[in-house]
């Protein structure tokens, strides 16, 4: 009975599976496709970024150079780089600048004549000599108003200052002129001029200086100031004066 049993069941599994119909069912069933992995996101290359444009580089401005002016405006009037000694006025040799804002065709450097004339572009000749460098701007300021329509703005610089000389002769190192840039006394000029000679008479030194078209000379005793004696006679020279030294 028992092998009856497992007879039956070898004949049930063969039907089922190695049978024909087994065989029918398995080709009817559609085979089953792969599973694909999913594929990468496709990855975009970024846009090439152009190089920004190189701009000229523009050379650096020299040490102290003033900015050049925006194209179309009008150049500021110079002015006064140099101190100017205390009290000073023009005179002859002088080299001046005279420079318009909005005129520059009537600007122009010039140099004082001995008769103390200057010559300027439409104004011609005009009175600078004696002046200090704010009334000579106001005078040209006065006798331009004939050719312009307002009030012009302008300046006077002092270039050079040749007309402040004072003299030594005689018996020193370096006789000749000196510019007179700044304050100095009788016995700093002679110490300019390379000192007093060995056989000088340094008791009789003259000053001699040109006042009001009158000329008046002082005395200076060289030995009396060096033995600290009577120290006012070293006083301060003037453009124009001149030292005697016997």
């Known amino acids: 009975m028992k092998n009856l049993h497992t007879w039956a069941a070898c004949a049930l599994a063969f039907c089922l599976l190695g ?13 089953t496709a792969p599973v694909q992995p999913p594929a990468a996101p496709q990855q975009t290359p970024p846009a090439p970024v152009s190089p920004p444009a190189s701009q000229p580089r523009q050379p650096a401005p020299a040490p102290g150079a003033q900015p050049a002016p925006a194209p179309g405006a009008q150049p500021a009037p110079a002015t006064q780089e140099t101190p100017l000694p205390a009290g000073y006025v023009i005179g002859p040799d002088d080299v001046l600048v005279v420079s318009y804002w909005r005129n520059p065709e ?18 011609n000749e005009v ?30 610089v002092v ?62 005793n060289y030995k009396d100031f060096v033995k600290r004696r009577n120290l006012k006679q070293n006083i301060e020279l003037k453009p124009g004066d001149t030292i005697v030294v016997p």
Do not use: C
Not at 106 to 123: C, N, Q
Not at 127 to 156: N, V
Not at 177 to 195: D, I, N, P, R, S
């Open 106 to 123: 009537m600007s122009a450097e010039v140099t004082v004549r001995p008769d103390g004339l200057i010559s300027l572009p439409l104004l």
């Open 159 to 220: 270039k050079a200052i040749n007309s402040r000389k004072v003299y030594v002769t005689g018996m020193v190192g370096k006789p000749g002129f000196y510019q007179l840039t700044g304050a100095m006394t009788v016995v700093q000029l002679l110490a300019t001029a390379g000192g007093i000679q060995e056989f000088a008479d340094s008791k009789n030194i003259t000053i001699v200086r040109n006042e009001g078209g009158k000329q008046i000379s002082y005395l200076f």
């Open 127 to 156: 009175q600078a000599g004696g002046l200090t460098p704010e009334q000579l701007r106001d005078k040209i300021a006065k006798a331009a108003m004939k050719y312009l329509e307002e009030a012009p703005t302008l300046a006077i």
């Open 19 to 31: 049978g024909p119909a087994g065989e029918l069912a398995r080709a009817q069933t559609p085979p």
